[in-house]
């Protein structure tokens, strides 16, 4: 069980991972090793699920960032459907959506004949039936990191 110390923990590291565990330790108002124990303990039962550097997809040189949403022709092999998507290396992120799409995928690409490719590739899976992409033009916001549990 997740308590208001964690809480503060996870509020804290979740805005910068890389907060050393003594200025934790201050802000929360115990001992460094206290707060290490209390994270090992959020790593070892998986609420904290990993550490991940943001980077600007620009200076990586994907300039295009889309949203493709997936219909399937059986919906009861979705699963295994979804497991395939998941493992497109241009794929972001896969989400199983309610509504008339079984999916939404956020994939990156350099240019346009590139997304045209990772299209492609969506498409030739066996269940796929259709696909409709929207391109970003601009991000506002994109964080990990969770809200409050309160409004």
């Not at 208001?4 to 050393?20: F, G, H, M, S, Y």
């Not at 904290?48 to 600007?56: C, K, L, P, S």
């Not at 509504?99 to 066996?126: H, P, R, S, Y």
Request: glycine fraction near 6%.
């Amino acid at each position: 069980m997740i308590d208001n110390i964690d809480r503060k923990i996870l509020n804290i590291i979740q805005a910068n991972a890389r907060t050393p565990n003594a200025e934790v330790a201050r802000r929360v108002g115990l001992t460094p090793s206290a707060i290490l124990e209390r994270i090992r303990k959020l790593e070892r039962t998986g609420v904290i699920q990993g550490y991940e550097t943001r980077v600007d997809h620009f200076a990586m040189g994907l300039n295009i960032m889309a949203f493709v949403w997936v219909k399937l022709k059986d919906m009861a092999l979705y699963p295994a459907t979804g497991r395939e998507l998941a493992g497109l290396k241009h794929v972001m992120e896969v989400y199983n959506m309610a509504g008339e799409e079984c999916f939404l995928l956020k994939v990156a690409a350099k240019e346009t004949k590139d997304l045209a490719c990772i299209l492609g590739t969506i498409n030739q899976i066996d269940n796929v039936r259709a696909t409709r992409t929207n391109i970003t033009l601009e991000q506002y916001k994109q964080t990990l990191s969770l809200p409050p549990t309160d409004c």
